[in-house]
């Protein structure tokens, strides 16, 4: 490959294209939930997200010779086949995970505050502790909080910690998912949850669903829901995305459209990631760092009186419920739902992550300075 005369097909939702990869040739942005074979006709680079099923039928016919997904998830790349023909591939693990804790964090305290309890007097259930579950133990161990965790894959491999799923859905009264969509094997998470297990959870337990939409059988959830409404759930992802079952919908306090990790940040640190991957493939130096690709004048400042809890400032980064408004209002128009979805990811607001807020104000020592520390925040 020349590498200054690459044709490169990206989703057009993956930002800081231009300076990271535009000096090695042209750039077509393309939506990635219609990405056809045609459109890689001459394609030497293809970048995607989530939604686009990179696969034979995809690139039979293409000269495509590298693919990058600038998301920490890959169940949508068939990688035996880009193996099977020798094309370069690489993920972005992590790069939002952050972002999907914090979204979690900001869910929980609205939940809290709404039920009038203390997260310290919950046990939170953390189902998959990869990139996202592991951020999300960290900053919730940090905030003292008891936690049961279940990775079967660690399990497996002699990690100490752990617990059965079935222990944790009887025991946790948070349950928050975080596994990859995986289909085959022992350990497939194709719905982990469904009819048989939804019975475990305890009475006034919080569900939340921030990994893939089909780790909760959808139909299962919604008949168990409709004999359970003690149960408060929490659902950023959907079975079958972009189109979201309505009454399902109706039933969840917080419903957003698979927006967790859509951090600016997290969206940069992405592609960046897949500039560094590719400069790798080809062994060229990757000259630009991930910091001098965020702009310092959207960076969130916040005076503190000394009368803000942590929910407060917590919810002056990131609200989720004018996230659930526009989620709910998208669903009214029935034939335009699916569109409607992938709009609200295309055009969603900028949101930056805790540490890229400049606090002033916080007592040194107080506990609030040690919680907003313990969920990411960077304090002078």
């Known amino acids: 490959m020349k590498l200054n005369d690459l044709n490169i097909v990206a989703d057009e939702n993956i930002p800081a294209l231009e300076p990271l990869f535009g000096r090695f040739g042209s750039i077509t942005r393309l939506p990635g939930r219609n990405m056809q074979a045609a459109d890689l006709a001459n394609a030497d680079l293809l970048l995607v997200r989530s939604i686009t099923q990179v696969n034979e039928a995809l690139l039979e016919h293409s000269p495509v010779r590298f693919v990058g997904t600038a998301t920490i998830g890959t ?79 660690r399990q497996k491999r002699s990690e100490a910690g752990f617990s059965e799923l079935n222990q944790l859905l009887t025991e946790a009264d948070i349950i928050c998912l975080h596994t990859p969509l995986t289909r ?23 569900l939340l669903n921030a990994g893939r939409g089909p780790v909760i059988d959808n139909q299962d959830l919604l008949e168990w829901h409709q004999q359970r409404e003690d149960v408060t759930l ?9 189109r979201v079952d309505a009454e399902l919908a109706a039933r969840v306090r917080i419903g957003t459209p698979h927006i967790a990790g859509y951090s600016y940040d997290g969206k940069i640190r992405g592609t960046w990631m897949l500039y560094q991957a590719f400069c790798e493939s080809q062994g060229i130096a990757a000259d630009l760092s991930f910091t ?49 979805f992938d709009l609200l990811r295309k055009q969603y607001p900028v949101r930056r992550e805790f540490a890229a807020a400049i606090l002033t104000g916080a007592s040194p020592g107080s506990e609030l300075k040690q919680q907003l520390e313990a969920v990411g925040f960077i304090l002078p």
């Open 75 to 153: 169940d949508h790349i068939d990688q035996a086949y880009l193996q099977q023909r020798g094309i370069a591939f690489s993920s972005a693990p992590g790069c939002n995970a952050d972002a999907v804790a914090e979204y979690v964090i900001s869910t929980l305290l609205l939940v809290a505050r709404e039920q009038a309890f203390d997260l310290h007097n919950k046990t939170v259930g953390i189902v998959g502790v990869g990139n996202v579950g592991s951020r999300l133990q960290h900053r919730l161990e940090r905030l003292g909080i008891r936690l049961l965790l279940n990775d079967p894959p």
């Open 184 to 206: 085959e094997g022992e350990d497939a998470t194709r719905h982990l949850l469904n009819k048989t297990n939804l019975p475990l959870i305890k009475q006034g337990a919080i």
């Open 234 to 242: 929490l659902l950023d992802v959907w079975e079958d995305e972009p």
């Open 292 to 340: 001098e690709l965020l702009p310092s004048d959207i960076a969130p400042q916040l005076s503190l009186t000394g009368d803000e809890t942590l929910t407060d400032i917590v919810h002056q980064i990131y609200q989720p419920e004018a996230d659930d408004q526009r989620f709910r209002d998208s669903l009214m128009d029935t034939a335009m739902q699916p569109q409607n």
